[in-house]
């Protein structure tokens, strides 16, 4: 089962609302990532977990708040955000290489269409 | 940073033609993958390359890590109406130590079959 879930599936919110986008997998992955991809271009990098720890964040704007609170799930909390934030949310799950010899393989879920107004 | 040149940036064929796309990069990849990607979902994982000269197939596509390691190609064989969407390529860092991976995207190749 390489399977990714998110939740909701679309999601149109206003510019003063606080909204959560979820991402679940049941593979035993111990690294979780989001991503935004706008039309007509590759997935773009936000934030990687690793071992329910952030380990990477690509920069991202402050009304983005990131959170793993277990090993299965990962949410993005949105708040204040922009009609440019309006694009498709991605959550993707891979095994965690804990020395660095070896690459494992992304999985990625059917996204959250968020559409900001 | 490191960017990839995937080429072409579309095709337009008729159904039971084969169809080849690579991605190359200025940088060394540990590892290459591939993605399809329908309207308004996720990627999805065709084939994913560890080792340089590697050469796997998954049903009707056959794809290569090039021996340089920066360089990859994917071929469809036999092409069928849904084979349509977009592939990207993706060249992947090995994690430092605590596990982070980082992905990076070649802009992906719009694929249109003709039945």
């Known amino acids: 089962d390489t399977e990714v879930t998110q939740t909701p599936k679309h999601l149109v919110m206003g510019m003063t609302n606080k909204k959560s986008l979820k991402c679940e997998q049941h593979m035993g992955h111990r690294a979780m990532y989001w991503y935004k991809q706008k039309a007509k271009k590759p997935p773009e990098l936000m934030f990687v977990y690793s071992y329910e720890k952030l380990s990477i964040n690509e920069s991202v704007p402050s009304r983005f708040s990131p959170e793993c609170p277990n090993s299965s799930l990962l949410n993005l909390h949105l708040h204040a955000l922009q009609p440019e934030d309006s694009a498709l949310y991605l959550c993707a799950s891979s095994q965690a290489p804990s020395t660095g010899t070896v690459s494992y393989e992304q999985y990625f879920g059917p996204g959250t269409r968020l559409t900001v107004t | ?115």
């Open chain 2, 1 to 115: 940073g490191q960017q990839l040149n995937q080429s072409p940036q579309s095709m337009f064929i008729q159904e039971g033609e084969d169809v080849s796309m690579n991605c190359t990069s200025s940088s060394i990849f540990n590892t290459w993958l591939w993605y399809k990607q329908d309207p308004g979902e996720g990627p999805v994982l065709l084939i994913a390359l560890y080792k340089a000269g590697e050469l796997t197939s998954n049903g009707r596509l056959t794809a290569q890590f090039g021996i340089t390691r920066k360089d990859s190609f994917l071929n469809i064989s036999a092409s069928i109406p849904s084979d349509v969407g977009i592939y990207f390529c993706a060249g992947q860092l090995r994690g430092t130590q605590g596990g982070s991976e980082k992905l990076v995207f070649g802009k992906g190749m719009k694929l249109t079959v003709n039945p």
